[in-house]
């Protein structure tokens, strides 16, 4: 059964857009988890102004990585339930958020930034779920239908 | 072994590889690599001690033997050298301790090899037939007992992939920390402030901005703006891939200090869907004077400056003495 689908999947020439994994270490590495979302949300046939929407998601959550947790990964995946979408996951075992509501507030920033990355990204995506854990770690999941 | 400060690098290099106990004793865990494997090696300890001189012999002349690796050994000093440290190494692999300076000391084998350029693949190749010839002998060494012979001959594997698993991690870690060195290098010297004209001055910034740039490219500035009385800035933004909330910040800063100084910086090379992207993230680009291109940019500044930008002919005609 397996080998038949692969070898179906081969022969009919359609390339199945799959899951992508970043990892996050360094500054070039959220170039790198941005790119491949644009290119899946272009796949996936999202506008190009979707596509900017979610490169910028991209951005801001791996730099929230970068910046506070220092590694972790990003991961893009195609959704395919019911409608079309884009699931993007952060993921990182930095130190977490004490306070998640005020980390969700506009302007609330422990870096001296803007303090609008989390808040701004949930208001430009469709779903916005983060779980943090002191000590633990925070994991922000996100998705994007297509309109 | 003749620098000694040889082993304080590869500690530092092992722990900015992240590579930690817990790290260690997790690839442990996945290899499977036990105490019971810790004992099998020590065992063919004394076996190893025998034939070990065997084994470097038909290592070398393999080695020599191929244009390849040859050439790592032409002079006879350095032959001599690593046959010693590679003795070494082998009686290391059944010393029975598989702790931090074990490890550290993989790493070191990585970093020597680093340096010298070895490909990845004559490395993997060369461990290849070193492990065959060991296999060899094992087998012999142990041919009253096959079950014995087996097993150890799995802990003997899960160790050497462990030591190949450091060694190639190595050498990739290197290379990437050189590329990003390099990269780093050419962003420092990409950053020129050019003088356009009277009191302007161009700014075109070329790829990924972080903190630690955002600080050098604003400072670069304000020195830039003192030294040519400066009264306009255009900042080209083009060529910089990612602007987020944060990048943003940086830049609203370098507008404002900037300003602090008499200048006024006008931005040009944000996309139009960046910026609508970062507006409904909720950056707040009002103290920011945005324009589409650098054409508009510059077009911009010389209207600030009060330059009058027309097109040729007409200040043909509106110049020309003998029309009226
Ligand atoms: N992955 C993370 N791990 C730990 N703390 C985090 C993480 N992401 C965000 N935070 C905390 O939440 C705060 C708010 O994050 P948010 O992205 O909204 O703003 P910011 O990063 O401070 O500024 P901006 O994103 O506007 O540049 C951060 O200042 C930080 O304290
Ligand atoms: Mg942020």
């Known amino acids: ?147 | 072994m003749a620098d000694p400060r040889q082993p304080r690098t590869t500690l530092a290099l092992m722990r900015e590889m992240g590579l930690t106990e817990e790290v260690v004793a997790r690839r442990k865990a996945f290899l499977e690599f036990g105490a019971e494997d810790v004992e099998r090696l020590r065992g063919l300890h004394d076996l190893a001690a025998q034939y070990a001189d065997g084994v470097i012999e038909d290592f070398y002349s393999h080695l020599l033997s191929f244009e390849e690796t040859q050439k790592f050994f032409t002079d006879p000093a350095i032959l001599a050298r690593v046959k010693a440290a590679q003795k070494q190494y082998f009686l290391e692999l059944t010393q029975g301790q598989y702790d931090a300076p074990y490890v550290e000391d993989r790493l070191r084998i990585g970093v020597a090899h680093e340096r010298i350029n070895l490909p990845i693949e004559l490395y993997l190749g060369a461990y290849n037939f070193y492990l065959r010839t060991v296999m060899l002998r094992l087998v012999e060494g142990y041919k009253n007992n096959p079950e014995q012979s087996t097993a150890t001959l799995g802990s003997l594997l899960k160790l050497v992939f462990l030591d190949m698993g450091l060694a190639t991690e190595t050498y990739l870690f290197r290379r990437e920390r050189t590329i990003r060195e390099q990269q780093e290098a050419i962003r420092e010297i990409s950053t020129p402030v050019l003088p356009l004209r009277e009191r302007l001055l161009l700014l075109p910034i070329i790829g990924a901005i972080d903190p630690p740039r955002a600080q050098q490219i604003t400072t670069q500035l304000l020195q830039s703006i003192r030294a040519h009385r400066a009264k306009v800035v255009v900042m080209d933004i083009t060529g910089v891939p990612t602007v987020d909330s944060a990048i943003a910040n940086h830049l609203i800063q370098t507008v404002q200090a900037a300003r602090l100084m008499g200048a006024t910086v006008i931005v040009s090379g944000l996309s139009p869907e960046v910026a609508h992207a970062l507006v409904r993230i909720g950056v707040d680009l009002s103290a920011v004077n945005t324009v589409g291109t650098l054409q508009d940019g510059i077009e911009a500044a010389e209207q600030l400056l009060g330059y009058i930008v027309s097109k040729a002919g007409d200040t043909g005609t509106s110049h020309n003495p003998a029309g009226s």
Request: charged share 20%; net charge positive.
């Open chain 1, 1 to 147: 059964m397996d080998s038949r689908s692969w070898t179906s999947t081969c022969s009919g020439g359609t390339h199945v857009v799959g899951e992508s994994r970043v990892p996050i270490k360094q500054g070039g590495d959220i170039i790198t988890a941005r790119q491949q979302g644009r290119a899946l949300a272009a796949q996936l046939g999202f506008s190009s102004a979707d596509q900017t929407l979610i490169a910028t998601a991209i951005s801001e959550m791996a730099r929230n990585i970068l910046v506070y947790a220092k590694v972790g990964e990003i991961i893009v995946r195609p959704e395919h339930n019911g409608k079309a979408g884009i699931t993007i996951i952060a993921h990182d075992a930095g130190p977490g958020i004490p306070d998640i509501n005020r980390a969700m507030q506009n302007g609330y920033s422990t870096s001296g930034s803007l303090g609008v990355g989390l808040p701004g990204t949930k208001r430009i995506m469709d779903e916005f779920l983060i779980v943090s854990e002191v000590g633990k770690g925070t994991t922000v999941t996100m998705k994007k239908w297509k309109t």
